[in-house]
């Protein structure tokens, strides 16, 4: 078992108790007492916050007790006497864990008076700490054994900064490796999977603040983030992985989307946001990384900005299969490891764009055969889209605010090109906005003047937040058919979904869960 330890990180009783409330709430399964963050700190001081958690709703939650050296972390630098002083008496008060850095511990004297006071304890247990806020450890390996002989009942618990996802693969090594209980995870913004792959890999337990102002660590999670997002209490060793590479990836909303779909499915997996930095040097260590550790389960992965290309060169070199048009492209979007490590690439933001156009304007993709199509924009999703129509037959103009870029990717799929000014005098079937202009927080601003939207044309607007842009309120003004970018959205995602599992997403929950996640619906 992997307990969800909260920390309670009060400087006084009372907000300690609110504290303690509001952990056992959420689904704490371990209370651990940061009383480092205790103002005026003593013995009677501790034990006193310990009844209250004892006789209240937490009495049947484990309890740890730690007073945090400030070097390892701590709040309050208080004297080590006293600090080992509050263990015991934590110890005495029925405390059933206490934590002390592995560093001071090796001082024989403080050695001597911690394990006094656990003999004196009929069930309390020494947890061993080393924790480094700059990186990695030089050899963690040696380190967990270094821990585990100078007190072998002790967990021992090693946590670092990871710089980079990659940093993270020597904590989820160690606690393959290793058996009994014992905790290892990386602080900071990339070390985020190692917190919840604890899970997987048994660590002894994880923590996940009640809220972010409750945290204790960088990159620490929320409990609502742990068990709702990231399906914390479905985590076993059998679990599939599949996640998003994206530099950054914090905005994204597809763990949101097939999370909540393999939670509906009732599926044995879990989809991460994966942080990939470095380019792709960082990008094709990481591949290397998860492909090489069968254990991790790694089954999928979507791919976005800034390494569609270095997903598409990875799959080349490794002699993966490719599809077709994601060649032609030049940008992979989904990646499918198969059990063997083979690999497989896919472009879904093509097919996505196109089921979108066919279900809004209820015809077959047959019928795009000789559609005259405005594209506006010359980026990533235009080239796709484009790539997708120009497959399709579909007579295609290109206009965008660089011309030449409008005139290179037409040149390429052989259409028309030209500047945002012809925009004036449009004559097509269906409008495509492929550029931010419209996205959050420049809702008020639309690429197309309102008197070139006509009744009778199709709009589609790529940009999906918000679901309803001003072009899309103007074109609806002016009579013409809708089509939103949340529409592409889901289906680009149904299909990796299909991907990934071989089995159909529900569209609703898709929907649903995009639309709550908006940070501006
Ligand atoms: P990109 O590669 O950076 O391309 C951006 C395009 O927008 C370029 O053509 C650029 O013109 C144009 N542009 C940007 N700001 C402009 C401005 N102020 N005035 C005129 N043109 C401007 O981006 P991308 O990856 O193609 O993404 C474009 C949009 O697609 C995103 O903003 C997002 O809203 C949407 N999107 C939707 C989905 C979906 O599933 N619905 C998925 C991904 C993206 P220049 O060439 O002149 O710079």
């Keep these: 078992m992997t307990y969800l330890a909260v920390p309670i990180s009060a400087p006084n009783a009372d907000l300690a108790a609110d504290q303690i409330d509001a952990a056992v709430d959420a689904g704490a399964e371990i209370l651990e007492f940061r009383i480092d963050y205790l103002e005026g700190l003593t013995p009677e001081k501790v034990v006193e916050i310990l009844k209250h958690a004892q006789n209240g709703p937490a009495e049947t939650l484990p309890i740890i007790v730690t007073c945090r050296d400030k070097k390892q972390g701590g709040a309050i630098q208080y004297p080590l006497k006293l600090r080992i002083d509050v263990l015991a008496a934590a110890l005495r008060a029925g405390a059933d864990f206490i934590d002390f850095e592995y560093e001071n511990y090796l001082e024989i004297g403080n050695q001597e008076r911690l394990r006094r006071a656990l003999s004196m304890s009929r069930k309390g247990r020494l947890i061993l700490s080393h924790h480094d806020f700059k990186g990695r450890f030089p050899d963690i390996t040696a380190l967990h054994r270094r821990i585990s002989t100078v007190c072998s009942s002790a967990i021992p618990k090693l946590v670092y900064t990871a710089k980079n996802i990659n940093d993270c693969f020597d904590a989820l090594d160690l606690l393959e490796k290793t058996g009994g209980d014992r905790i290892a995870f990386c602080m900071g ?10 899970k997987k890999l048994g660590s002894f337990l994880t923590f996940a603040g009640i809220d972010e102002k409750s945290t204790t660590a960088p990159g620490q999670l929320t409990v609502d983030e742990f068990k709702r997002l990231y399906r914390g209490d479905a985590i076993d060793p059998e679990t599939r992985l599949f996640g998003v590479i994206a530099d950054p990836v914090a905005h994204s909303l597809s763990p949101a989307i097939h999370n909540a779909c393999f939670e509906h499915q009732h599926m044995n997996s879990l989809y991460l946001p994966l942080l990939v930095e470095g380019g792709s040097a960082g990008f094709d260590r990481f591949m290397r990384n998860i492909i090489l550790r069968k254990w991790l389960h790694f ?30 492209i030049g940008a992979v979007n989904t ?27 209820g015809i077959p993709r047959s019928d795009i ?8 924009g010359a980026g990533g999703v235009a080239r796709a889209i484009v790539a997708g129509l120009a497959d399709a037959g579909a007579k295609i103009k290109i206009y965008n605010r660089t011309l030449a870029k409008a005139e290179a990717l037409a040149a390429e799929f052989n259409c028309d090109a030209a500047g945002l000014d012809g925009l004036t005098d449009l004559a097509a079937d269906l409008l495509i906005n492929c550029t931010s202009i419209g996205m959050h927080p420049n809702t008020g601003e639309s690429p197309i003047p309102a008197e070139s939207l006509k009744a009778g ?41 299909k991907l990934f599992t071989g089995q159909n997403a529900n569209p609703k929950i898709m929907r649903e869960t995009i639309c709550r996640n908006l940070h501006n619906p």
């Design 369 to 376: 055969a000789d559609l005259p199509v405005a594209v506006v």
């Design 299 to 328: 089954r999928g992965l979507s791919v976005t900005i800034p390494h569609k290309h270095n997903a598409l060169a990875f799959v080349k070199a490794a002699g993966g299969t490719l599809e077709p048009l994601a060649e032609k």
């Design 457 to 497: 044309m199709t709009v589609f607007d790529t940009v999906y937040n918000p679901a309803e842009t001003l072009l899309l309120k103007q074109a609806k003004q002016a009579g013409a058919r809708t089509i939103d970018g949340i529409a592409m959205f889901v289906n680009q995602a149904l299909a990796q979904f």
């Design 335 to 361: 990646l499918i490891i198969t059990a063997h490590s083979g690999l497989k690439a896919y472009n879904t933001d093509y097919a996505g764009a196109l089921d979108a156009v066919t279900a809004g304007m």
């Design 189 to 198: 913004p990339a070390g985020l999977i190692s917190r919840i792959l604890t």
